[in-house]
């Protein structure tokens, strides 16, 4: 379910030191993580040196990534974390007049932005538990969408994702405020059996899905309903069926996914660089990059 074969096998030769496999990794995400950044930085120069320090996050953090993850996630995970990390210096410089600014120096978690690891770890509680509340999530997930449950996901998602009051999603819905209730009553006891089923606890805020602001995280961080690209790029030329194509319609603009956006973005090709210009940013990113791809020998 997390990093999909082809990934696997590029990051399996990058460990080895394959410097092609690199390139390729860098091919496949360059534009989705531009994309991304673009939709927060009002300069193209800024958000490429962005993603060339996101890809040198990669490569740094390599020996501690964990394969079961999906590389994507996990790219935008660092990606995420240097912007964060970004507007953090803007703020602290404006608050520094320009003379007192040092700019060698380093935030005090500097090391820390490196990997997702912040995110991750902080936790109390519930990091052990993480990566499987993540995979029971996604599991459930993924059977709303092969049973053709669109509604269940959607109540759910404006629940977590957004926050709304039962009273408000019934509203936008066109639903009954009993029926909300009894899709939230029914899928928490899916969540819960299939917690116990994995030998995990999550205290699910009893009937508040809405207040449960880890849950609400772990969902947006970790993408738990983000489509796969070629669910997108169908999506994009109407093939999906309607249910489909309505849930994707949803997941985008009413849920506002800014990583299923920026990958539609992508797709369309609404980067306004030229082939040349995506060029010399992939060769930036690999010439800054190379030199941390380990030469093992074969
Ligand atoms: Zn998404």
Known sequence: MATDEGDAYLIDAVQRGDQDAWNDIIARYEGRLVSFARRR??????????VQETFLGLVRSLPN?????????????????????????????ERQSLDQLDL?????????????????????????????????????????????RFQDLIVVEMLVVLGLRNKEVASDLGLGETAVAGIKFRVLEQWRRAAEAARI???????????????????????????????????????????????????????????CSANLDDLRGEDERDDAGRASLRERVFASSIGFLSHRPE
Do not use: M
Not at 224 to 241: N, P
Not at 251 to 258: I, K, N, Y
């Open 41 to 50: 930085l009002a300069e193209r120069a800024e958000a490429e040196d962005i």
């Open 65 to 93: 990534y964990d394969r079961r993850r999906s590389l994507e996630t996990y790219l935008f995970a660092i990606l995420r974390n240097k912007l964060i990390d970004h507007f953090r210096k803007l703020r602290q410089g």
């Open 104 to 148: 060698n120096e380093a935030p005090s978690d500097w090391l820390d932005v490196e990997t997702p690891s912040r995110y991750l770890a902080d936790r109390e509680g519930i990091e052990a538990q993480r990566g499987v509340l993540v995979d029971v999530l996604r599991e459930w997930v993924a059977k709303c969408q092969r049973e053709h």
């Open 201 to 259: 606890k999550h205290d699910w805020q009893e009937g508040d899905l809405a207040q449960d602001s880890t849950l609400a995280r772990i969902w947006q961080e970790e993408g738990i309903s983000c489509l796969k690209r070629s669910t997108l790029g169908r999506y994009l030329l109407g093939a999906l069926e309607d249910d489909w194509q309505q849930y994707v319609e949803f997941h985008v603009s009413l849920l506002a996914c800014e990583r």
